[in-house]
């Protein structure tokens, strides 16, 4: 089953749950991995079951990375606040890095993230 990972910094949470919410049907047939915080407010806003790891500055991020490198995440929807500065910039470098080593897409806009989800229900 094709595995993906949402991940969402504060200031996008509304912006995922929008975007899983248009995309229920399509993320109801795929097996979802997030990390803490934006997977608590997706199963409780959704009827979507996830995989919740810890919070992003909690190892969150690192943790889907090592999903990565065992090739074990098929890609990842990551709404990333650009204009602020994260706490834990080098877990979500070291992410977009091991994305990048492994050919692993990541989207990080919302538009982005419509055309992985559709490229992935196209599999």
């Known amino acids: 089953m094709t595995r993906i990972a949402l991940i969402a910094h504060d200031d996008e949470k509304p912006e995922m749950i929008d975007f899983v919410r248009s995309h229920e049907d399509d993320l109801s047939q795929l ?7 934006t997977g608590k407010r997706i199963m409780e806003e ?5 995989e919740r ?9 690192t943790q889907i990375g090592a999903e990565v490198a065992d090739e074990a995440v098929d890609g990842i929807v990551f709404l990333r606040d650009p204009l602020t500065a994260q706490p834990h910039e080098p877990d ?3 992410l977009l890095r091991i994305c990048d ?3 692993t ?6 538009t982005s993230a419509e055309f992985l989800i559709e490229g992935l229900a196209d599999q």
């Open 101 to 103: 080593v492994h050919d």
């Open 31 to 37: 097996e979802l991995v997030c990390t803490g915080t």
């Open 46 to 50: 959704t009827d979507l079951d996830v």
């Open 92 to 94: 979500i470098s070291a």
């Open 53 to 61: 790891k810890q919070s992003g500055p909690l190892g969150g991020d």
């Open 105 to 110: 897409p990541m989207a990080t806009t919302r």
